[in-house]
């Protein structure tokens, strides 16, 4: 039987160029006969197997690229090919041309209109039985592509095998491979408007990817059983605002290494990083991004794969692993995420189906000079369906409890970094992005219903960032602040003695402090790039540093906002961090670093036991100065309140100066304890410590009728609590 087609169709056919492959292949009706046709390049022979029979059929070459046919026996709805090889191995196959669209009309609607809530069960590899049979089923969307389709191991890497089905309407291609599985290699091949063979592709969607120098995306199903039923089920809808926060913030590739610099495992991680979180009392862990990048010296903030755990760890499930660990432990985990830019590796995103498909055509709203990355195009539905897909996918599948979302500003604003001529302003003449701004506060929204929060790392004066979008806000749990972080360590690096002419830089942070729902961040970008480490940055000789280094987490752990520290810090780290080697956890064989360790711990345990230093962080009333004027001696003196009106007080002598008899006003009159001294022996520190308490005097300070005298510690923050109010009984009596 010689093919009716004309020459031209069966030359398209044959070299996967033909734009509707499952109007040719499969089963086709043709002049009232059924027709089974099928392309197979590598095959030296192809025999139809009918229904359940084992009479094996040979089918008609029609064209010598491999496209054979048969006409289908009568009353035989199913079959399968049996490929003969040039050395003489057969193969028995079921035909992916034979097999429906996954896709049903809801679900291609909703990914048309840019809102499937569920884009990553719908688009990507996914592992499935159809017809009773198995496979993947894989979906892609490249509206501007003439020809899509999977290559692998499963086909010898030929674009001819498996070109896949175009939904027109939506731009969505799609096709079931029968006998693919777990483990299996994948690519795209897409051929542009012209026709035109564009690079290979990785798999925007893909939940596992090779290992480099390869770029492959892997076909990967999930068998974790999580074990923290209890932790998801205590998660709501509204955040608990009043919790301690202690964020340690960690890169997973150097936090710490095995021998010969080996990169540990999700799985070693988790018994190593969990119990070190719990034991210096952080409540939070937060990742530097752990989505799959192709550059280590990125940090991850460069993605390519924004649905897959990057397999420098091991696979999606040790992952998955890991952050069960943390949750069993009662450590919340935040994961940075970074939906402003993406890299211009060819396997990527870029001009992915010959066009600009997730960037901006336009480089003034689509490129970052900074970086020399693209920037999602906030402008289109299906990428916007792509982002929070990407959020949400993290959520649900990998129990993320927030993201931290990476370089807002440069989001909000179509002037960052742009000089003049360079941008062009919104419809009303301004600079913000509004696409981008509409884009943020749907994430938000979508994020706080799935009873995640988010951190929005945003350094500008944008107002409401971390506001309710009903109420005008950009929807963002918590914003850093910059501002704090900045100020406060320009005043650390100076000496003491210019200390006083900078007193501000302390006290400014107070008139925006309840602003925002802050956090105050200690990260990884003031530990780089010539900046020195936190320690590296504190003046004096080796005592004053150490002493500084205590005195400024001290008084940041009594300042309102949430805490984050990144790793290292708690060890007074002596270089800059360095991606590329573990932390220098020998330096705690030496007793001052072991100090800052013991001071991170008991500073930890303190904020979260004490209400009054987190309980109303984002309200002034938890809030109150008792003196912030002194600035000739470089104290500050403040009073931190719990909702119940139980309080603190918090006090900064920074000078290593010991301020001797130094009064300073109470609200209330009766005997106060030290509940933390950062300059006690068991953190380095000199020793200078009221062991026994203060009782306070009928002498009026600062407008108050009762006051404390004692003598200040150098360099070091205090905080104090009344134990015994003046009618009590004190224990000594």
């Given at each position: ?402 993201l931290r979302v990476d370089a807002v500003a440069s989001m909000l604003y179509l002037d960052y970094s742009r000089e003049v001529g360079e941008w062009s302003p919104n419809i009303y003449g301004g600079n ?302």
């Amino acid at each position: 039987m010689s093919s009716q087609l004309e020459r031209a169709t069966l030359n398209a056919l044959a070299d996967g160029r033909y734009f509707d492959p499952f109007s040719l292949l499969g089963i086709q009706f043709e002049n009232g006969r059924r027709i089974v046709r099928t392309l197979q390049p590598h095959a030296k022979s192809v025999a139809l197997l009918a229904g359940d029979s084992s009479e094996a059929l040979l089918m008609e070459k029609v064209h010598p690229a491999g496209l054979y046919e048969i006409e289908m026996p009568a009353r035989k709805r199913r079959y399968r090919l049996r490929l003969t090889f040039a050395d003489g191995s057969c193969h028995d196959i079921h035909d992916a041309y034979c097999f429906p669209s996954t896709l049903g009309d809801l679900d291609l609607y909703l990914l048309g209109q840019g809102s499937h809530r569920d884009i990553f069960r719908k688009l990507g590899a996914h592992p499935t039985k159809v017809q009773g049979v198995n496979g993947t089923f894989f979906a892609i969307w490249a509206p501007n592509a003439s020809r899509v389709s999977v290559i692998g191991g499963f086909n010898d890497w030929d674009g001819r095998c498996h070109v896949m089905r175009l939904h027109p309407g939506n731009g969505l291609w799609e096709i079931f491979i029968p006998g693919v599985g777990d483990g299996a290699q994948y690519k795209f091949e897409l051929l542009d408007k012209q026709g035109e063979l564009l690079p290979l592709k990785s798999d925007p969607m893909g939940q596992f990817h090779e290992a480099p120098p390869g770029n492959a995306s892997v076909v990967y199903s999930s068998h974790h059983r999580w074990k923290d039923d209890q932790w998801m089920a205590s998660m709501t809808t509204v955040p608990n605002m009043d919790q301690a926060i202690s964020i340690y913030e960690v890169h997973l590739g150097s936090w710490r290494r095995g021998a010969d610099n080996r990169l540990l495992t999700y799985r070693e991680l988790a018994d190593k990083l969990v119990a070190y979180v719990v034991e210096l009392g952080f409540t939070h862990v937060e990742l530097l991004p752990v989505t799959e990048h192709p550059f280590d010296g990125s940090w991850g903030y460069q993605p390519i794969g924004m649905y897959a755990p990057t397999q420098r760890f091991g696979t999606p499930d040790d992952f998955r692993f890991l952050v069960d660990k943390l949750h069993q432990a009662g450590i919340a985990v935040i994961m940075d995420w970074v939906p402003a830019h993406f890299p211009r590796d060819e396997h990527g995103l870029r001009r992915f189906d010959g066009t600009a498909l997730y960037e901006h055509e336009d480089p003034q709203k689509g490129e970052h000079s900074d970086w020399g990355t693209l920037i999602f195009n906030y402008d289109r539905r299906e990428v916007i369906n792509y982002l929070v897909g990407s959020a949400l996918y993290w959520i649900d599948e990998f129990h993320i409890d927030s993201l931290r979302v990476d370089a807002v500003a440069s989001m909000l604003y179509l002037d960052y970094s742009r000089e003049v001529g360079e941008w062009s302003p919104n419809i009303y003449g301004g600079n913000e992005h509004l696409e981008a701004v509409e884009f943020i506060r749907r994430l938000n929204e979508v994020i706080h219903s799935y009873k995640a929060t988010s951190f929005a790392e945003e350094s500008t004066a944008w107002p409401g960032v971390s506001r309710p979008t009903d109420a005008g806000g950009l929807g963002f749990t918590y914003k850093w602040n910059m501002g704090w972080m900045n100020d406060t360590l320009a005043y650390m690096a100076e000496d003491p003695v210019h200390r006083k002419y900078h007193h501000d830089k302390l006290t400014f942070g107070l008139v925006y402090a309840f602003d925002e729902n802050f956090v105050l961040p200690l990260s990884h970008d003031e530990v780089v790039h010539g900046k020195r480490s936190l320690l590296g940055r504190m003046p004096g000789d080796d005592w004053q540093r150490f002493a500084n280094l205590r005195a400024y987490y001290g008084f940041m752990y009594g300042h309102p906002g949430k805490k984050l520290l990144f790793m290292g810090a708690e060890i007074a780290q002596e270089k800059e961090w360095n991606h590329d080697q573990s932390l220098d956890w020998h330096l705690l064989e030496n007793a001052s670093h072991q100090g800052i360790q013991n001071l991170v711990r008991d500073l930890n345990n303190v904020y979260r036991d004490t209400a009054a230093l987190h309980e109303l962080d984002f309200s002034s009333e938890g809030f109150e100065w008792i003196d912030w004027q002194d600035a000739d001696s470089s104290v500050l003196c403040w009073l931190r309140r719990a909702a119940d009106g139980d309080f603190v007080i918090c006090i900064s002598n920074f000078t290593p100066l010991v301020r001797k008899g130094y009064r300073f006003g109470v609200p209330e009159a009766g005997l106060y304890v030290e509940l933390l001294n950062t300059d006690g022996k068991r953190y380095g520190g000199s020793g200078v410590e009221a062991t026994d308490g203060i009782q306070s005097e009928q002498v009026e300070a600062h407008g108050r009728p009762c006051s404390l005298q004692m003598d200040l510690p150098p360099l070091a923050t205090l905080i104090l609590k009344m134990k015994e109010p003046v009618s009590g009984k004190l224990e000594n009596e």
